[in-house]
Every structure is written in structure tokens, then in C-alpha cells.
């Protein structure tokens, strides 16, 4: 059966579940935007994550963060919404951009905990009033992690509109793959798709090229990514593969809830990001994708990762 171990992280509390027969689980801290903090495979971590809470708190590369009002980069932090225009703090300056929303720095409350023979779940809650300048629009965010005794995990996701008005919205989740000591080794496959062109500032220009490299798998070798993928547009759904020495993951998306995905390596190479994302990059600028979300009215999406041995 699987089991709840609740410990304190520093000044947070993390929720650890765990199936002890077989070694599956997965770690979450909801009052640190729900993150997910640790994922294993028969005792076996498939993320790289945060060792300390106070690593966390820096929140240093978003290593498992729920990334919304919206995934990736804006361009200086600005947009316009319904004829008014507003502004989220610069936090890459090397872009002069403002990145990955704010939702991971927000205190969620865990609302519901299910435990089976076959099944692990934690739903967790935020009641937002709108207390941030650049997104003043209150709404209510569900986030539920599960995980099934053949290590099928998945991450639903619910936003509720609370504002008089339509709201901007967008969605990502950033999890970083560790499969083994380097990432040249790990092999990758990707949909059919075609790869956004960015500007040095790594904001689209709106224009993209085919991108055949990774149809079939085959070794990341010397690849740099930090690009975005626009799946193509006849699927209906569609999987990320990446397989390293003794684990491979999956991950699969409705090509209508998440078309596009971001690939990004580090420069440690010690680990791979695979982000669906549900809109592009600087969407809410260029409207790519984004979300309007009407006065009462509730957005959803899900997704599953497929853990293996290999």
C-alpha cells in the first residue's frame, strides 16, 4: 500500500509518498507553489531537484515548478489585456524579461490526500485575491499529483476565474530529468514538430523551421537546447521520450491542451528539461496560444509521465 511521510523542510512541510515494495514515489511541498520536489522509480530518482529548502526558496532554474500566469519569458515584463496595461518584475536581466509567472512562489494549501494498494494522491489549493501589480485578477488554482503501482504519474491542473472580467492565462510545469551521471549519453525522441526561431533575447519572432533531428531516438550527444517545439498540427496526442542508462520516462500531452514544449539542457549537462507548455513564448504579447478565461468559468488540462525500466 502506499504511504504518507510528512516532514518538515525547513520552514515548509513536505509531503512524501511512497509504494516501500517496489520503491515508486514522489515528493511535494505544497506551501512552496505545490512544487514537486522529488520523483522515483523503483528507489531510483528520475529528477534533478532541491536537496534544501533553502535551494527552494531561491528557486534557482524552477527545477519542478508549476509556471503560471504563464511558462518562458516576457518580453520586459509587459502586456496589455482588455485595453489596460501592466507589468511583472524583470527577473532574468539578461533578457530584460520577466520569466515563468509567479505561481511557484505562492503558498498552497494540500486539500486532499488519497492512499491504496494501487494509488497515491495529493490535491492541493490556492486561493489567489490578487495581490500581485502585474496580474491584479483573484482566481482559485487546483493542482493534483498522482502515481498508480505501474509508476504512471500524473499532474492535473484547474483554475477557476474569480474576477469580474476575462483573464490571461498560460501553463507550464518545469521538471528537470536526471537518468544519469551526463545527458550526452540519454536518448531522445521527439514528435513530429517544428522548432519556434527565437531572437537573441530568446523571444519568438513568430516564424518557424522544420525540425526532423529527433523523429527517431537517438543520443543527445553535444546538442544545446534551449529552444521551443511546436507539435504538428494533425496529432491529437503526442509523447516526449528520453531514455538513459537504467530509466527511461515519457511523457504524454494532448496536442490541443499543450502544443508547444520547451527543450533545455544545462550547462552542467547533468540533466535534461522537457517543459510542456500551453501557449509560446511571450504569449501574452503575442497571443500565441493564450487563455481567456471568462468571470466564473473553469480551465483545465493533465498530462501523464510513464516511468521504465530499461
Known sequence: MFELHVSSFGRFRRYDFVLPEVGHGFSVVPAAGATLVALQHEAEPVLDSYETSEALEIGLEAKGALLFPFPNRLREGRYSWLGRQYVFPINDPQTNTAIHGFICREVFQPVRIELTDEHAEIACRLDYEGSHPG????????????????????????????????????FGWHPYFRLGKKIDDYLLKLPPCSREILDERKLPILKQEPFTAFEQMRPLGKEVFDACFRAAEHLTLYDVHLRGERRAVTISLSRTLFPFFQIFTPPTRQSLAIEPMTCLINAFENGEGITSLAPGHVWSAAFVLHCETV
Request: proline content about 11%; overall charge positive; hydrophobic content about 40%.
Open 135 to 170: 496580474y491584479p485578477f483573484p482566481f482559485t488554482m487546483g493542482v493534483t499529483y498522482s502515481m498508480t503501482l505501474r509508476s504512471l504519474f500524473g499532474l492535473q491542473v484547474w483554475v477557476k476565474n474569480r474576477h469580474t472580467e476575462p483573464i490571461p492565462l498560460g
